[in-house]
């Protein structure tokens, strides 16, 4: 295995051991794009903690953001390849509690 596609397969493991992350992905995964107001709300979490997982999980391939005026949408990368794809099936299977989401306004939210 190359340096390269090493350090990327690292990156992806690495990102997958917080359990706040793999929440924060079933969440995402569960209710499609949200906002970081939206998360934070639901999650009832600091912004700079909760930016940090977003940033981790964006930089290890699972997130894409969706910039709309002033508000970034995150949701699950499409396609996704197939290690993270399974990674995120597996997710859905788990049995996690997940927070009530808590949208604070529609102007924060997409379909």
């Not at 990327?8 to 793999?22: I, N, W």
């Not at 909760?50 to 981790?56: A, Q, T």
Request: aromatic share 10%; charged share 30%.
């Amino acid at each position: 295995m190359n340096k390269e596609a090493m350090d990327d397969f690292l990156k992806t493991t690495g990102a997958l051991y917080d359990e706040t992350r793999v929440r924060l992905l079933k969440f995402i995964d569960r209710h499609g794009a949200l906002c970081i107001c939206d998360l934070e709300s639901s999650f009832g979490m600091l912004q700079s903690r909760l930016s940090r997982h977003i940033k981790i999980l964006k930089e290890s391939g699972f997130l894409t953001v969706q910039k709309e005026g002033r508000w970034s949408y995150y949701s699950i990368r499409t396609p996704l390849d197939r290690f993270r794809l399974q990674a995120v099936e597996e997710i859905r299977a788990l049995p996690i509690e997940l927070p009530e989401i808590k949208r604070l306004s529609r102007s924060c939210y997409i379909d």
